[in-house]
C-alpha cells in the first residue's frame, strides 16, 4: 500500500493548479523560438519593419505570460511542498511515539533524527523540484523536438540521436547512484548518533578526559561521510559533462547540416536560428532532467529509509479496556511468567516468576544486578508481552486489556530519572496537567523536593534539556513528584532513589508509604533498609525466584537475601532479630 496515498485529498487541487501553471509556462517558451523565425524571416530578410515589430510583440507578450506562470508556479510549489514536509514530520514523530518498543530497539535514535530532518527535507526537496521542473523540463524538450521537426524533419534527426546518448548516460548514472546515496545515508546517521552520544555523555567525556578519543571516533565518521559523499557525487560530476557535450556537439551538427542544407536551397536563416534555440532549450531541458533523476535517486533512498519508519510495528494495540485511571487500589499478580529480550542472547531474564501483591498493600523487589528486577516494570507496563505466564492488574490479564488503559493506571518512577527542558511545573506535572496546587505542593513534601520552592523562580524555574542544571538526587526526586501527582493507584519505582542519601532515602520512602496507603506500591532496589519496610519482599538472581515472603523470614530461609543483608548491614543481624 501507498503510504503517501493519505496525502492526496488534500494536496491534489494546488498540485494540479501548478502542473497547469508549469505547462502554460513551458508552451510560452516554445513559443519564442517560433516567433523569432518569423522575425528573421518575414521581417529582417524581407526588411520589413513592421513585421519586425509584430512578431516582437507577439514574443514580448509570449514571455511576459510564461513570467507569470513562472511566478505562480513558484509559489505554488514552494508552499504545497513545505506544507507536505510539515505534515509528514508530524506523522514520521507520532509514529515514533507509538512505536512498539522492538521497533524502538530496532532504529537508533540518530538515525531517527537524520530521518526526520535530512531525509524529509530531501522529499520535501524533490517535491518542490518536481512541481517546477520536472514537469516543464519533459514538456519544453518534447516540444522542441515537435515543433523543430516540424520545421524540418530531417535536421531534427539530428536532436533524437543526441536525445538517445542522453537518455543512455542517464540510466547508466542512476544505477551506479542509487547504492552509493543509500550508504550515504547510512554515514550520516552514524554521524548523528556519534555527536548525540557526545552531547548526551558530555559530562562523563569531560571527568574521564577522554577528548582525543572522542575526536578520534567523530573524525572516523566524519571521514566515511565525506569518503560516501564524494562516491556519491563523483558519478554526478562524471556524468555532467558528458550530457553537456553530447548536447554541445548535437548544436555543432546542427549548425553544420543546416549550412549546408541553406547552400542547396531547402532551409532559410529563420529556420536555422529557430533549430539552434530549440537544441538550447533542449539542452537546459535535459540539464533540468540530469539534476530531477540525481534528485530522485537521492529522494529514493531517504523515501526508503522514511517507509521504514512508518511501516515499523506500533505499540500494542487497544484491546477494549479502560482508557481512564480507576480511582481505587489495584492488586498486581505474576503467575509463570518467563520472558526473553527479542533480539538478545535467548537467556531468559525471567523465568517462572510467580508472586502477588493486594491491592494497597506494597512489594520489595530485590536481587543482585542483572537478576530481572527492572524487567518485572518494563512487562508490567506491557512494554514487552511475556513469552508465557499471566501478568495480572486489578484481576485482569494485562494481555487483553488496552496498553494505554494498562500505563494510565500505572505511576513509573525509572532508575535513570528523566526530565525535559521546560520549566519545573511542565516536568512535574506531565502525568496529570489538571494537577492542583495543593496536590502538587503535597507531591513536593512526600518526595523531598521542596527545595526548589526555595530557589529564585520557584516552580517556574526552567530546567536544562534532560535537567541537567540539577543534581541527580534532585532529579530522582523531581521524578519521584511527577510520579505522584499523576495518582495512579499503583506506583512502581524502579531504584528510583539511588542517588540519594540514606537518611533522606528513608524519609522519601517512609513519607511515600505513609502518604499513599490507597496505592499499591511496588519498590524495585538494591538497598535492604527499602526491602525492609514493604509488605513482602521477592528475591530475584538470574531471573529466578530465590525467595518470597517477609524480611524476618527471608533471613532464614533466602540464602542470598541473607547474603544481600549482611553485605550492606553486616554484623547486625542479630541486633536487629
Known amino acids: 500500500m501507498n503510504i503517501y496515498r493519505k496525502y492526496v485529498p488534500k494536496y491534489w487541487l494546488p498540485f494540479v493548479t501548478a502542473v497547469i501553471c508549469v505547462a502554460g509556462e513551458a508552451g510560452c517558451d516554445l513559443l519564442g523560438p517560433a516567433f523569432m523565425s518569423h522575425i528573421i524571416n518575414d521581417g529582417i530578410e524581407k526588411q520589413a519593419l513592421q513585421a519586425v515589430y509584430r512578431w516582437g510583440l507577439y514574443m514580448l507578450a509570449a514571455t511576459s505570460c510564461g513570467a507569470l506562470f513562472a511566478v505562480a508556479r513558484n509559489i505554488i510549489s514552494s508552499t504545497v511542498s513545505q506544507h507536505f514536509g510539515s505534515d509528514l514530520r508530524y ?38 523540484g518536481m512541481m517546477r521542473i520536472f514537469f516543464k523540463a519533459p514538456l519544453t524538450c518534447i516540444g522542441s ?48 548518533t556519534r555527536v548525540e552520544e557526545y ?27 565525506y569518503k560516501k559523499n564524494v562516491s556519491a557525487q563523483i558519478v554526478i560530476t562524471f556524468f555532467s559533462p558528458l550530457l553537456t ?16 542544407m541553406f547552400s542547396a536551397g531547402s532551409i532559410n536563416p529563420g529556420e536555422i536560428s529557430a533549430f539552434v534555440v530549440y537544441m538550447a532549450q533542449i539542452l537546459s531541458s535535459l540539464l533540468m532532467i540530469t539534476n530531477v533523476f540525481n534528485n530522485f535517486v537521492r529522494t529514493k533512498a531517504s523515501d526508503g529509509r522514511i517507509k ?45 516468576v510467580s508472586f502477588s501483591v493486594e491491592a494497597g498493600r506494597s512489594l520489595a523487589v530485590i536481587g543482585p544486578t542483572g537478576s530481572g528486577k527492572s524487567t518485572l516494570a518494563w ?71 521542596n527545595f526548589i520552592l526555595n530557589t529564585t523562580k520557584g516552580l517556574e524555574t526552567d530546567l536544562g534539556s534532560g535537567g541537567v542544571n540539577l543534581s ?32 533522606t532515602e528513608s524519609e522519601v520512602r517512609r513519607a511515600i508509604l505513609s502518604e499513599n496507603k490507597d496505592t499499591t506500591v511496588i519498590f ?14 521477592l528475591v530475584l538472581e538470574d531471573g529466578i525466584t530465590m525467595g518470597y515472603g517477609t524480611h524476618s523470614g527471608l533471613l532464614k530461609t533466602c540464602s542470598v537475601y541473607r547474603d544481600i543483608y549482611d553485605s550492606q548491614l553486616g554484623g547486625l543481624t542479630d541486633g536487629i532479630n
Not at 92 to 120: V, Y
Not at 148 to 176: G, W
Not at 204 to 215: D, H, I, P, R
Not at 245 to 260: C, E, K, P
Request: net charge neutral; hydrophobic share 45%; proline share 3%.
Open 91 to 128: 506523522d514520521l514523530f507520532n509514529k515514533i511515539l507509538h512505536f512498539s518498543t522492538q521497533s524502538s530497539d530496532r532504529i537508533e535514535s540518530g538515525s531517527l533524527i537524520t530521518r526526520m530532518t535530512n531525509d524529509i527535507s530531501q522529499i520535501v526537496n524533490f517535491i518542490n
Open 145 to 192: 523536438m515537435v515543433l523543430a521537426s516540424m520545421l524540418n524533419f530531417k535536421l531534427s534527426l539530428i536532436i533524437y540521436a543526441v536525445i538517445a546518448i542522453v537518455a543512455l548516460l542517464l540510466f547508466v548514472s542512476m544505477r551506479l547512484s542509487y547504492p552509493r546515496y543509500g550508504l550515504l545515508q547510512k554515514a550520516m546517521d552514524s554521524m548523528t
Open 199 to 225: 552531547l548526551m555523555g558530555v559530562r562523563l567525556v569531560k571527568a574521564f578526559g577522554t577528548y582525543a578519543s572522542e575526536t578520534d571516533k567523530f573524525e572516523s565518521d566524519n571521514m566515511q561521510l
Open 245 to 260: 557535450l553530447a548536447a554541445g556537439f548535437g548544436t555543432v551538427l546542427i549548425l553544420r547540416a543546416g549550412s549546408r
Open 308 to 352: 521504514e519508519v512508518l511501516m515499523m510495528q506500533d505499540d500494542f494495540p487497544p484491546a477494549g479496556g479502560t482508557a481512564e485511571p480507576v480511582r481505587k487500589p489495584l492488586a498486581v499478580s505474576f503467575s509463570g511468567v518467563t520472558f526473553s529480550y527479542p533480539g538478545g542472547s535467548g537467556r531468559p531474564a525471567l523465568q517462572n
Open 379 to 449: 512487562l508490567l507496563i506491557r512494554l514487552y508481552d511475556p513469552d508465557s505466564g499471566t501478568i495480572r492488574l486489578g484481576g485482569q490479564d494485562i494481555h487483553t486489556a488496552d496498553a494505554e488503559g494498562i500505563r494510565r493506571n500505572i505511576s513509573l518512577v525509572p532508575q535513570k530519572a528523566q526530565l525535559f527542558s521546560g520549566t519545573v511545573r511542565d516536568n512535574i506535572t506531565w502525568g496529570n496537567r489538571g494537577a492542583t496546587e495543593d496536590e502538587i505542593l503535597r507531591a513536593l513534601h512526600v518526595s523531598g523536593a
Open 472 to 503: 541527580g538526587g534532585q532529579k530522582q526526586r523531581l521524578s519521584i513528584a511527577r510520579a505522584l501527582i499523576k495518582n495512579a493507584p499503583v506506583l512502581v519505582l524502579d531504584d528510583a532513589t539511588s542517588a540519594l542519601d540514606a537518611i
Open 524 to 537: 524495585i532496589t538494591q538497598r535492604c533498609s527499602t526491602a525492609m519496610a514493604a509488605d513482602a519482599i
